[in-house]
């Protein structure tokens, strides 16, 4: 992991599937668990996923918090 990883969770968003368009941070539990279980894509967007799948694993969600924009 590279620490500009974490920010990139709240700024970069789900480029296909059922949640395109959706923040990597805030897709559901079951989507990333469904991933870990078929396997993340070898890419940049897999990498990042896996990263969310660990952190939304261990309850630590909100460690993004004060990364993301105020609305």
Known sequence: MQPEDLQKLVERS?????YEGRL???L?????NWFAREGF???EIGRLLQ???EIDHN???DLLTPLRKPR
């Open 14 to 18: 789900m480029p296909f599937g059922k």
């Open 24 to 26: 990597i941070a805030d």
């Open 41 to 43: 894509p070898k890419s």
């Open 59 to 61: 309850g630590l969600s």
């Open 28 to 32: 559901p539990g079951d989507y990333l």
């Open 51 to 53: 990263l969310m799948h």
